[in-house]
């Protein structure tokens, strides 16, 4: 009895084997071509949202709260159904991709971060929105959005994202502290070096400024940061990866060095704990994305209300200055259908359109136009705002390449710039084996 | 039909539905990340080209620099966690073998961490060991202990912070295992060995630990391949750094899988860890085997 049971049970496995082997060599998935985008020839409105039901997958970023406000005032108005599905960064990116890659077309909007668009361009994950712009021109204010924004979703010529959410790097600081200590803001970077030095009373628990440094995407971006400012690149004219420049080298040792006034714990910082430690008091300076400026006013969140001030980031003595741009986009899934795709569009038409906007960034939005940027009644709420359309007008979005390899550029700065801050790998070392990792895993 | 539900029918019938649950869920994927280790094969490829490379995927991992320096790490990382989780494990489960109340309740408490995600644990930890507003680092600064960048930040000192985590997790589970093997053993040897005088560290290290050897191996081998596949408490503290001083192997299958989307170079990757386990999971049955004899 036990031989047939074992006969049995074999010729099982020999079954599954094959229809395995069999399921495995059948192609995976059929293969991208360009999406057939036939948006009908007349503007639609928001009409066409009838009946339709949307997913928008959002980071969990500040704007997320203007999401939570203005998408059931757009349910209202339009008649459709947008289900809000919040995700942190790391599992956005994963789960879009995983949308992509299956065709499940699970998600109708997304945000695209600003480094995605290359990726995401050249995959064909995201619908080209050209079309749809070019027939509803007349609404759309398009001179209105300020030029830099346009980085966010834009790939060698297409529109793979809208501009959503603009952000500036910029440099926060407490006003009390640089009064107490006869300290100017800083203009240049080697200013900034100075006064974070002059700053810094360890024994009192006062550091000169907040900076990222944990393994992974916060200190490689915070590094590329600094690659800007002192008006370096990471790519060569033809695109090739350039990671480990002598200039770059040196500019790796200054970021190295900002780390002696930045409290112990810096490099274990993530965006969040560099917020805490810059909002709890103990830091006077931090560059950061000037979408967290208004929440240093909010007494529930903030023990500095009232002693911070912004300018913009400083960049190298000498240097015709540029100031780092980064943000979000939206996009529409190239797997959507038709009808949900123009619903999609109209939505993304709403929300950026000068009317909406004003609302999106009393709720923590980020702004994308000049109109809004400009407007009184934001100015006077929002004092900082000329500062951010400075640092808008001299933006540089692709400081951080927007190209389909940005990952493995990120990752491999993630793990190398980290070695080298906690002393593991030199300077040299460290870019070294980081563009070689890049190189290995160039595609 | 009634005879058909008698003997050797009754079994195929009733197995199949497992058979087909296995095959689906085991063995499909199984024989797919096989298949796909000997491509190239990117996830995000737009064309979703794959060509057939043979075994390079593999020679790849044996020459990639990072992988040899993951197996250390995990390495140290096993040889830790196990180390110390044995030895803990064994300490308390003599100190809390007697029915007392007060040990009936200390061992409930100590399975708490038992009970709690990993990534949860991993979470509250980096919080606990954070070293500007951790409550580990505060407590050990005001005892004069200079905690530099914190626990999880500092070269020397993340293995130890996160084997120490994983340790507080596991620890009780040991504790269990072999409380069930000191329950299980016989009276008469102690009893002899009392009669002839010997000491309570005689009794242990003669009577009590040879007796337990079962229990130990079978101990040492579940832990031993649960702490080979550690994965989420990395994730949710370190993320692998500082530098690669953490990374061990899975984390890094994860970071070519699901960062660069390399699936062929992953899959090669993960069946080098699953022929790891493997080996000692055969072990493991050999010896629960002998055991029943």
Redesign the interface.
């Known amino acids: 009895?036990h031989h047939?049971?074992w006969k049995?049970?074999n010729l099982?496995?020999v079954g599954?084997?094959l229809?395995?082997?069999i399921?495995?060599t059948a192609?995976?998935?059929?293969?991208?071509t360009a999406p057939e985008t036939a948006p009908p020839a007349v503007a639609a409105g928001l009409d066409a949202c009838q009946g339709q039901s949307l997913v928008l997958a959002s980071m969990t970023d500040q704007y997320v709260a203007a999401f939570r406000v203005l998408v059931p005032k757009f349910e209202e108005a339009s008649g459709a159904k947008v289900t809000l599905d919040e995700l942190g960064y790391v599992d956005l990116y994963?789960k879009l991709?995983a949308d992509f890659?299956g065709h499940t077309g699970n998600y109708d909007l997304m945000t695209v971060d600003i480094v995605w668009s290359g990726?995401f361009g050249?995959?064909?994950y995201t619908l080209p929105l050209d079309d749809f712009m070019a027939r509803d021109k007349a609404e759309l204010q398009l001179d209105d959005i300020l030029p830099v924004a346009w980085t966010l979703g834009e790939w060698q010529g297409t529109h793979v994202a809208y501009p959503l959410a603009g952000y500036a790097n910029v440099l926060n600081y407490r006003k009390d502290l640089l009064e107490q200590a006869g300290i100017q803001p800083p203009t240049t970077q080697e200013e900034l070096t100075a006064a974070a030095q002059a700053l810094t009373d360890a024994d009192a628990g006062v550091y000169g400024i907040a900076l990222l440094?944990?393994?992974?995407p916060a200190v490689a971006q915070d590094y590329m940061a600094w690659v800007q400012q002192y008006g370096s690149r990471l790519l060569d004219d033809e695109g090739n990866p350039t990671l480990n420049t002598p200039e770059n080298v040196e500019i790796l040792q200054h970021f190295g060095d900002l780390f002696s006034y930045a409290?112990?714990?810096?490099?274990?910082y993530w965006w969040d704990?560099r917020e805490?430690?810059f909002r709890?008091g103990?830091v006077a300076m931090m560059e950061g994305w000037s979408i967290a400026r208004a929440g240093y006013e909010n007494p529930d969140i903030s023990s500095v209300v009232g002693n911070v001030d912004l300018t913009v980031a400083p960049v190298k003595e000498g240097m015709e200055p540029q100031f780092g741009f980064g943000g979000w986009g939206i996009g529409i899934n190239a797997d959507s259908t038709p009808e949900q795709q123009e619903c999609a569009w109209q939505f993304i038409k709403w929300v950026t359109s000068p009317e909406i906007q004003k609302e999106w960034l009393r709720n923590d939005g980020a702004p994308i136009r000049r109109s809004t940027m400009t407007d009184p009644e934001i100015v006077a709420e929002y004092p900082w705002m000329p500062i951010l359309l400075e640092s808008f007008e001299k933006g540089d979005g692709d400081y951080r390449p927007r190209i389909p390899q940005y990952?493995?550029i990120q990752?491999a700065l993630g793990?190398?710039v980290?070695?080298f801050?906690?002393?593991?790998?030199t300077a040299e070392q460290a870019l070294e084996a980081a563009q070689k990792?890049v190189e290995d895993?160039w595609? | 039909m009634r005879r058909a539900l008698r003997?050797?029918g009754a079994?195929?019938l009733m197995l199949l539905p497992l058979?087909v649950f296995v095959?689906a869920i085991a063995?499909?994927p199984l024989?797919?990340s096989f298949?796909i280790s000997l491509f190239k094969y990117?996830?995000?490829?737009?064309?979703?080209v794959?060509t057939f490379v043979g075994l390079d995927n593999y020679l790849r991992a044996f020459q990639d620099p990072?992988v040899l320096t993951s197996i250390q790490v995990t390495l140290i990382y096993v040889a830790g966690t196990v180390l110390l989780e044995m030895s803990l494990g064994l300490a308390l489960a003599l100190l809390l073998a007697s029915e007392a109340r007060l040990m009936r309740g200390a061992r409930s408490l100590l399975l708490l961490p038992m009970a709690l995600p990993p990534l949860v644990v991993g979470l509250v930890w980096k919080s606990l060991y954070?070293?500007?507003?951790g409550v580990i680092?505060y407590y050990l600064k005001a005892l004069g202990i200079d905690?530099?960048?914190?626990p999880?930040?500092?070269?020397n000192w993340a293995m130890l912070a996160v084997i120490l985590i994983d340790v507080w997790q596991w620890t009780p589970l040991l504790m269990i295992i072999f409380l069930a093997g000191l329950k299980g053993l016989p009276l008469e040897p102690y009893e002899a060995a009392f009669a002839d005088g010997a000491t309570r560290w005689q009794r242990f290290v003669h009577i009590t630990l040879p007796l337990l050897k079962p229990t130990l191996l079978v101990a040492l081998l579940l832990r031993t391949m649960q702490s080979f596949k550690v994965f989420d408490v990395i994730y949710a503290t370190?993320?692998?750094?500082?530098?690669?001083?953490t990374t061990v192997l899975n984390f890094h299958i994860y970071?070519v899988g699901?960062?660069?989307?390399?699936m062929g170079y992953a899959a090669a990757l993960a069946n080098v860890l699953l022929v790891i386990i493997a080996i000692l999971s055969a072990l493991y049955i050999i010896i629960l085997e002998r055991q029943q004899l």
């Open positions: 009895m047939n049971l049995f049970l099982i496995i599954v084997v229809v395995g082997l399921g495995c192609p995976v998935a059929p293969a991208a994963q991709i890659v990726e050249q995959n064909l440094g944990a393994k992974g409290p112990a714990g810096a490099t274990d704990q805490t430690a709890s103990n990952s493995i990752d793990t190398h980290n070695a801050l906690v002393g593991q790998e990792q895993n595609q | 003997g050797e079994y195929l058979l095959a063995i499909y024989l797919f298949r990117r996830l995000t490829d737009p064309n979703q794959q990072i954070n070293a500007d507003f680092p905690v530099g960048r914190g999880l930040a500092e070269l370190t993320g692998g750094g500082p530098g690669s001083a970071t699901m960062t660069f989307f390399d």
